[in-house]
Nanobody, 115 residues
């Protein structure tokens, strides 16, 4: 069973930054892709950013230029650097790992952007 553990969430003021981490119980190079998703209260879960084994990245339009997804293969960890945070970024952020049609999710970490 694959386990994903997110960390790094918290309360931050508008304009601030946070870095989320997602540590996996299996080598991340074994996954086709990993990504970050978020779900705000009362809304559907949405894609934030993804990164493939080859290093290709994809971002939601709402976070382009502000968020950066990266990974450290040696640490089996994927990161989401979030800058210039806005109140609309408030949500539970989830890490997802995909492998040959199988998908694994973490438990989520809360990010709250508020003054």
């Amino acid at each position: 069973q694959v386990q994903l553990v997110e960390s790094g969430g918290g309360l931050v003021q508008p304009g601030g930054s946070l870095r989320l981490s997602c540590a996996t119980s299996r080598s991340i190079v074994s996954f086709n892709a990993m990504g970050w998703y978020r779900q705000a209260s009362g809304k559907q879960r949405e894609l934030v950013a993804t990164i493939t084994t080859g290093g290709s990245t994809n971002y939601a339009d709402s976070v382009k230029g502000r968020f950066t997804i990266s990974r450290d293969n040696a640490k089996n960890t994927v990161y989401l650097q979030m800058n210039s945070l806005k109140p609309d970024d408030t949500a539970v952020y989830y890490c997802k790992a995909s492998y040959v049609g199988l998908h694994y999710w973490g438990q989520g970490t809360q990010v709250t952007v508020s003054s």
